[in-house]
C-alpha cells in the first residue's frame, strides 16, 4: 500500500506500508523515485533523478517535513 499523501507539480510523496521504521518518504516523478530520511531531512537513496532534481526535491522536502512527520504518525502511530 502506497497512498498518495502530497503532490506538487509533477511530484508525488508516499508512504510504503511499514517498509522500515525509520521515517521516510518517497518521491515519485515520471523521470525516477527517491526517499528521504525525515529526521534529519537526508536522501536515502534515489534513481532516474539528476543531481538539480534531487537538490530542488531535498528543499520540498525540508520545507514540508513537518507535515509529512505528522502524516506519518497519523498512518503508523
Not at 508516499?14 to 517498509?19: A, D, I, L, P
Not at 528543499?59 to 514540508?64: K, P, R, S, Y
Request: proline share 4%.
Amino acid at each position: 500500500m502506497s497512498p498518495t499523501i502530497f503532490r506538487i507539480g509533477r511530484y508525488r510523496a508516499f508512504f510504503f506500508s511499514r517498509e522500515e521504521t525509520r521515517m521516510h518518504v518517497h518521491i515519485s516523478s515520471p523521470d525516477g523515485e527517491a526517499k528521504f530520511w525525515l529526521e534529519p531531512v537526508a536522501l536515502a537513496d534515489s534513481r532516474g533523478f539528476r543531481g538539480h532534481e534531487l537538490t530542488e526535491i531535498c528543499q520540498m522536502v525540508a520545507e514540508n517535513q513537518q507535515f509529512f512527520l505528522e502524516e506519518w504518525h497519523e498512518y503508523f502511530g
